[in-house]
């Protein structure tokens, strides 16, 4: 019973942090480099949909509200590719990585100076009361998340395997170079994938703020979403969920079974044991070129 | 007047190198042209400054009557220009299929492209066995066969082709041009072949022209490349009875 109850919790966790993970995944498949902003993108996106939302601020209906922050934050994605990630071409990938860290604490300094750095509460109609499935009482909030990251992740699947977009980033993230030749616009390809991170990111960003507050520096779980993208195999997008969904997982249990402290700790335990054990991830899709 | 595909004065940078100094070359409608030389010559440079991977800083492609250097990839390809990778380039991850769709990527006649897609099946029964099969698990030489098809799905105008017998075993490079030439037979596809494999590309091709360190150095029918001393000795390795002082490192090439 305890079990089930703080497994649910665990994968409701992991499932937020499996949804930052792919937006790393995204963009590192696109462009090699990676976005150390995705947390602060996540927490961006959650505060545009409370700003929205909430009652003390523009107070519309949590319906309207969710949809128009995920088109913002796909905008915002979008414009950051065309305006500033782009001109950045042709450098090498590590300044991609510092401007995206710098990127990140510009973002958060903008929430702090709009929103406050207190904690809030998106009020989300999510988050209201409690299941009981089989004598298991659950937050309806757990459920929620969840069921929303399986049809997210189950759409984005659909997306990339039939359509001619999706087909066409799957293509220019795997091999650049033939997908020019095949006459993909790679560059607009991209653009578009840093918009779908954005949504993804804002996803993540309402389901995480309508199950706990959420304050300017919520961005820092990107790193624990990191984590989950190394534990996954960066590069491979159902192996980004499952590193989320396993330190999700892990994190409740380590907290209630191991002395006090460790909790925090066992992610990244786990991160190192899978680097020395599994150097590309559980997921990977490393291959040998043929010459 | 007539050409499908010319070049004038073409001139590419690989950064602070110049990698082809002023290149002409003509390619009529229908035909096969083939361009030789060694590692370095500027083969591929030449085909990419076609394509529009690479910018030419002087000179004019002129395709169709219309000037089209550095233009954007997409649009070149839309144009009719497809241009099959040195090294197949598939992407490894999609499947046979799924590359193939990837090839139609600026097409929208539903009809037409599942129509080309069985004609590429035709051609390379293999890939129609291992349609489902992710690419990166193909074979070398079926790489091969699925980037020239990939190619196909197109419907292109110009077929670039960049080296496709690298790396291949004689049969099999026998098998892969055995194609392209029925190709251009029967679905009346223009190539421009760039090959170091001087003996097959003459053997396929109408025209031929060598290429040495960015620059033009002969030009002519396949036939007379073909039968001319210099190719002979410098590409198709044919060594005249060994009087000692016309060994091949004595020999001076006739344009030096």
Redesign the interface.
Known sequence: MEFLQLFVSGLANGSVYGLIALGFVLIYKATESVNFAQGDFMMFGAFIALWLTNTEYMGLPFWIAAPMAMAAMGLLGYLLDVTIIRRMFGQSQTAVVILTIALGFVIRFFAGVFWGHEPQTLQSPLAVGDVTIGGVVLGMADVTIIVVTALLTFSLFQFFKHT?LG??M??AS??Q??????????KRVQGFIWALSGVVAAVAGILFASKGAIDPNAGMLGIKAFAAAVIGGFGSLPGALVGGLIIGVIEPFAARYLPAGYSQMAPYVLLLLVLVFRPHGLFS?V?T??? | MGHLLEIRNLESYYGPIMAIRGISLTVEKGQIVTVLGANGAGKSTLLKTISGIMDPEKGQVIFDGEEIQGLEPHVIVKKGIVHVPEGREVFPLLTVNENLSLGAYTRNDKAGIARDREMVFEYFPILAERRNQEAGTLSGGQQQMLAIGRGLMLRPKIMLLDEPSLGLSPLLIQQIFGILERLNKDEGVTMVLVEQNARVALNLADAGYVMEVGRMVMNDTAENLAASEDIQSFYLGIQEDSQRSERRWKRRKTWR
């Not at chain 1, 170079?177 to 790679?186: D, E």
């Open positions: 001619k087909l066409a799957q293509a795997q091999n170079m033939a997908a020019y030749y095949m006459g993909i616009p790679v899709q291959r070129k043929k010459v």
